[in-house]
């Protein structure tokens, strides 16, 4: 019942930008966290953002402040990722996350590849 889609992944410069988003179906989307992990190739799963379910308390991983942003829009049911000045380390595959009740959910991932 729970669904979670992300999209805008792609290739980029470094220094360049780029907006993922995580579209949220099957349950009460304002009242739950939802983050963002990435994992890259022979790497441990890496949570890189978090966002209250009203919005109002973020937090992210110290290899990302200052440059990605996490946001959500409660009536569209969406969160989003901007990420501004992109390394070769952020190079990776995002996924979207939430947990309800017992369970976590996770949506299918986006790739994200930074490289010249």
């Known amino acids: 019942q729970v669904q979670l889609v992300e999209s805008g992944g792609g290739l980029v410069q470094p220094g360049g930008s780029l907006r993922l988003s995580c579209a949220a179906s099957?349950?009460?989307?304002?009242?739950?966290?939802m983050s963002w992990y990435r994992q890259a190739p022979g790497k441990e799963r890496e949570l890189v953002a978090t966002?209250?379910?009203?919005?109002?308390?973020?937090n992210y991983a110290d290899s990302v402040k200052g440059r990605f942003a996490i946001s959500r829009d409660n009536p569209k049911n969406t969160v989003l990722l901007q990420m501004n000045s992109l390394k070769p380390e952020d190079t990776a595959v995002y996924y979207c996350?939430?947990?309800?009740?017992?369970?976590?959910?996770w949506g299918q991932g986006t790739q994200v590849t930074v490289s010249s």
């Open positions: 996350n939430t947990r309800r009740d017992s369970l976590a959910y």
């Open positions: 099957g349950f009460t989307f304002s009242f739950y966290r």
């Open positions: 966002i209250s379910g009203g919005g109002t308390s973020r």
